[in-house]
């Protein structure tokens, strides 16, 4: 089993995935967290600093527009799980529909979220997904 972590330095678990820098991507062997790589996060405008304050013109998120999260699920192919603190609910439904599990936690350390997920101790559960639509 392959999970990913969103995170910006690497150390601590990202506030926002959609502006992640990029994802710690690790395999459970032995209930153990494995560090496979760092996938580095060059997809969205927020990660690349894009957005600024001109954020719904930018994106085409208002009057019900969606912008593409097929970078990002394209970073995180082959991952069964994202442990993550918060992203938009539309992430949300495109990493479900594209077969990832959204772990939400308020463990801020990687190495200890990663710790806590390969012994089954970190759970996919209710989703507290922010409330803002992008």
């Not at 995180?76 to 599990?101: E, F, K, N, P």
């Not at 936690?105 to 409330?131: D, I």
């Amino acid at each position: 089993m392959k999970f990913a972590i969103a995170t910006d330095d690497g150390d601590t678990i990202a506030q926002h995935t959609g502006r992640c820098l990029g994802f710690n991507v690790y395999e459970v062997v032995d209930d153990k967290p494995n560090q496979l790589e760092r996938r580095e996060n060059r997809h969205t405008a927020h990660a690349l600093g894009e957005c600024g304050g001109d954020h719904d013109r930018k994106h085409s998120h208002g009057a019900g527009a969606h912008h593409s999260h097929a970078g990002l699920l394209e970073l995180l192919s082959g991952c069964d799980y994202l442990i993550a603190r918060g992203m938009g609910r539309r992430l949300v439904m495109d990493l479900q529909s594209a077969g990832v599990t959204p772990v939400f936690c308020a463990e801020e350390s990687v190495s200890r979220a990663a710790e806590l997920f390969a012994r089954g101790e970190l759970r996919a559960g209710e989703l507290n997904a922010c409330g803002c639509d992008h």
